[in-house]
């Protein structure tokens, strides 16, 4: 990579959809399926016009290009590719050795740190609902592993990512349940809530 190379001041969620177009030529439909199905999980499930404001953004830097595709039984569309300047600017920011601390944002856990001004039932039943959710995730994230694993292709990356959510997904699990127990007794202690299996009586 040339030493002059440099990142231009771009917001990661650019990058983002930069490196989905290092896979391969896209619409801004195939980058929100595509987004959906890789990133989603970990970093960012875009709407469409999110998608079409980093596509301009990223023509106007000239590191996608844009071409217009015709198409005989569908509407035309537009389909992006990443440049050579593009792949290099990619390159450099995934290799940046500067550490960017992730953010954690729960509603879900500020919710639980505010349980004192609720019935610990309701509570409950909110952990039982995210419970639900994280096993469901849970299956979907092994599946994808193992379509990761029979790949024939370089998915190492990727299983690294969907490993990782795994494992958070497991440890969420735990302490759904975990705090489920804890806020059961808790109620029945306090007489605040009648509880069975996790919901209101």
């Known amino acids: 990579m040339p030493s002059d190379t440099q990142t231009p001041s771009l917001p990661a969620t650019s990058f983002a959809v930069l490196g989905l177009l290092s896979f391969r030529p896209m ?5 929100k399926l595509f987004a959906d199905r890789s990133i989603g999980h970990f970093y960012w499930s875009p709407a469409k016009s999110q998608i079409y404001a980093e596509l301009r953004r990223l023509k106007l830097a000239e590191l996608v290009t844009e071409e217009l595709v015709e198409q005989d039984s569908r509407p035309d569309k537009r389909v992006y590719a990443i440049t050579a300047t593009g792949r290099a600017m990619l390159a450099n920011w995934v290799s940046a050795s500067s550490f960017e601390q992730d953010v954690f944002k729960s509603t879900l856990m500020l919710r639980v740190f505010l349980g004192r001004s609720a019935d610990p039932v309701a509570l409950i039943n909110l952990l039982q609902q995210n419970l639900d959710f994280e096993n469901d995730r849970l299956v979907e994230l092994r599946g994808m ?3 990761c694993l029979v790949s024939d292709g370089d998915a190492m990356f990727s299983l690294l990512t969907i490993r990782a959510g795994i494992y958070l997904t497991q440890a969420a699990i735990k302490w ?3 705090s489920m127990k ?4 808790h109620a029945a202690a306090t007489g605040t809530g009648s509880t069975e299996g996790g919901k209101t009586q």
Do not use: H, N, P, T
């Open 145 to 147: 592993e193992q379509q």
């Open 27 to 31: 619409s801004g439909y195939d980058l």
């Open 182 to 185: 804890a806020l059961e007794v």
């Open 176 to 178: 759904s349940e975990e």
